[in-house]
Structure formats: structure tokens, C-alpha cells
T-cell receptor
């Protein structure tokens, strides 16, 4: 099993450009999350999804959009990139057995720089 | 008030000693709490979860939860250089399926 796969691993964007960070998991997990981590800081929740067709905002959703058309995929869209979006982005998934367990399986991260 | 608060450190502990990491939270309804470890340049990994008041032990790690005081801690006994990492406290929000993290505490084990 590949687990949680994120692409690309590194990307440099110019201010105002747009891009999509891809996230796919092969564990049939219902719950998926996008976090960003600025240098020396913790993880901030951007968006999350509890299943296909259902998404919700986290702590820092401005400037981002998500979709969840399948259980496996949870892409994160950055519109009009700004330097403040320079960060490492982590996608994670989790399973539930009646209730969510809280154990997150993380991808390796995508390092984004906006110049 | 931040939802999950941690002392950012760095916390320096001699090898073989006990490292104590602390976390406070604001959501009184939260029932599930987690400690993740993150090595530099790597993804976080779960090391402990705790759901009930009291202590939970797993090898050299002990998680402690006090819901009345809204306080979670992690003790690492017989600290090793390999324990040097950032430790992230997290909770499952009571009113939604979102998992919120603190800012992390950087731990350094000195030989």
C-alpha cells in the first residue's frame, strides 16, 4: 500500500498564479485533511472532509478551495497565490469505526514557495 | 485564547532524564487527545492517544489527561537522543470531525 501520496513535493509559484496540490489515499479512509505548517510552527487546518461530496472549512481556509469527488482523492486548490501561502502542506487521512479514531496518516508534504 | 496551547521550547533535557511536555486546551467538550512526534523535515507520526482522565503508559511514554483542568501532558522516561524532535499536541474537536494541533514543543536531548 502506498498510504497517502502527495504531489508535487516541491513547487515555486509566482504571485498571482494558481495551482492544485494533489492528495490520494489507498486505505479507504473516509476522513481527509489539509494542513499547512509554517517554519517552526504547528499545523494549521485548512479544510477537511468526512466523505465524498462533503467538505468543511478549518482554521485558515482563505485563499484555498477543495473538492472531494471520490473517497480516494482530496485536491487542494490555491487561487491567486500570495507570499503568505509559502509553507509546507500536509495531507492526512483517518478512518472511523463508528467514531473517528483521530489517528492521522500523513503524506510526505508539499513544499510551496510563492515569489 | 488559542484552542490548543503548548510551550514552544526548546526544552533541553539530559540523556536518561524525564522529559515533561505540557498542553492546555479551550474546548471543554473535547474527548480525544493525541501526541504526535515530528522529526525535522518529516511528517508527524502518532505516538500516544488518550481519551480518559488519568495516565496511559506505552513503553517509555506516559500520557496524562485532566479534563477538569483542560490539561494534557506527555512524559518521556529515560530520554534518548533519538527523542529529539518536535512534539505536537492535538485534539478532536467536540462539535466537528476536525483535528486541531498546538504549535508544538521542540525537545532536545543532550548527551
Amino acid at each position: 500500500n502506498a498510504g497517502v501520496t502527495q504531489t508535487p513535493k516541491f513547487r515555486i509559484l509566482k504571485i498571482g498564479q494558481s495551482m492544485t496540490l494533489q492528495c490520494a489515499q489507498d486505505m479507504n479512509h473516509n476522513y481527509m485533511y489539509w494542513y499547512r505548517q509554517d517554519p517552526g510552527m504547528g499545523l494549521k487546518l485548512i479544510y477537511y472532509s468526512v466523505g465524498a461530496g462533503i467538505t468543511d472549512k478549518g482554521e485558515v481556509p482563505n485563499g484555498y478551495n477543495v473538492s472531494r469527488s471520490t473517497t480516494e482523492d482530496f485536491p487542494l486548490r490555491l487561487e491567486l497565490a500570495a507570499p503568505s501561502q509559502t509553507s509546507v502542506y500536509f495531507c492526512a487521512s483517518s478512518y472511523s469505526q463508528g467514531a473517528i479514531t483521530g489517528e492521522l496518516f500523513f503524506g510526505e508534504g508539499s513544499r510551496l514557495t510563492v515569489l | 485564547q488559542k484552542e490548543v496551547e503548548q510551550n514552544s521550547g526548546p526544552l533541553s533535557v539530559p540523556e536518561g532524564a524525564i522529559a515533561s511536555l505540557n498542553c492546555t486546551y479551550s474546548d471543554r467538550g473535547s474527548q480525544s487527545f493525541f501526541w504526535y512526534r515530528q522529526y525535522s523535515g518529516k511528517s508527524p507520526e502518532l505516538i500516544m492517544s488518550i481519551y480518559s482522565n488519568g495516565d496511559k503508559e506505552d513503553g517509555r511514554f506516559t500520557a496524562q489527561l485532566n479534563k477538569a483542568s483542560q490539561y494534557v501532558s506527555l512524559l518521556i522516561r529515560d530520554s534518548q537522543p533519538s527523542d529529539s524532535a518536535t512534539y505536537l499536541c492535538a485534539l478532536l474537536y467536540s462539535s466537528a470531525s476536525k483535528i486541531i494541533f498546538g504549535s508544538g514543543t521542540r525537545l532536545s536531548i543532550r548527551p
